[in-house]
T-cell receptor, first 112, second 112 residues
Framework: QKEVEQDPGPLSVPEGAIVSLNCTYSNSAFQYFMWYRQYSRKGPELLMYTYSSGNKEDGRFTAQVDKSSKYISLFIRDSQPSDSATYLCAIPPSGSARQLTFGSGTQLTVLP | EPEVTQTPSHQVTQMGQEVILRCVPISNHLYFYWYRQILGQKVEFLVSFYNNEISEKSEIFDDQFSVERPDGSNFTLKIRSTKLEDSAMYFC??????????FGEGSRLTVL
């Protein structure tokens, strides 16, 4: 079983839509959960991270962790064309962030 | 804003040739990483480096790969004898006290 699995894309939505991006993970010991955004031909950049369960909000972005079902989500409200990118969930298996295991990424296109 | 810089942005090489990819991490960071992303696939961990030695490496990082921090600023990835399947984007990353991984924009390697 893969450590991190991510909903396949691509996902295309109209501007202003609410976007839901999801990942599942296998190891219940994982504590930190991260979302990276990667624009085309660029390196990943950290968008948000959460520790343990619950929600974390940052502007139009909300990261949610459900440890009971080993499910993590990223919600984007009022999506904009500039949000068009690939979104990667990432988990540091050791808990120390010495290395990250990335999901396969979901490519999002927000249409104007 | 401090950033991780990588050179070259694109390198084309013949199979069997040696390649060195260079990175300048953020100056006060102590942890350094190389990741790679084959076109259309996920970002994969290659190696992490701390205190002048490799701290972790993946199964991808075989004897053909090596890393070095030759001076106080550069962090290099060498591929001794390139293969066609080494064609990918190679991302350098560094991490400081906050635990956030900062990625460079990547070096695209094309092996012919």
């Amino acid at each position: 079983q893969k450590e991190v699995e991510q909903d396949p894309g691509p996902l295309s939505v109209p501007e202003g839509a609410i976007v839901s991006l999801n990942c599942t993970y296998s190891n219940s010991a994982f504590q930190y959960f991260m979302w990276y955004r990667q624009y085309s031909r660029k390196g990943p950049e950290l968008l948000m991270y959460t520790y343990s369960s619950g929600n974390k909000e940052d502007g139009r972005f909300t990261a949610q962790v459900d440890k009971s079902s080993k499910y993590i989500s990223l919600f984007i409200r009022d999506s904009q064309p500039s949000d068009s990118a690939t979104y990667l969930c990432a988990i540091p298996p050791s808990g120390s962030a010495r290395q990250l295991t990335f999901g396969s990424g979901t490519q999002l296109t927000v249409l104007p | 804003e401090p950033e991780v810089t990588q050179t070259p942005s694109h390198q084309v090489t013949q199979m069997g040739q040696e390649v060195i990819l260079r990175c300048v991490p953020i100056s006060n960071h102590l942890y350094f990483y190389w990741y790679r992303q084959i076109l259309g696939q996920k970002v994969e961990f290659l190696v992490s480096f701390y205190n002048n030695e490799i701290s972790e490496k993946s199964e991808i990082f075989d004897d053909q790969f090596s890393v070095e921090r030759p001076d106080g600023s550069n962090f290099t990835l060498k591929i001794r004898s390139t293969k066609l399947e080494d064609s990918a984007m190679y991302f350098c990353a560094s991490k400081g006290d906050t635990g956030e991984l900062f990625f460079g924009e990547g070096s695209r390697l094309t092996v012919l």
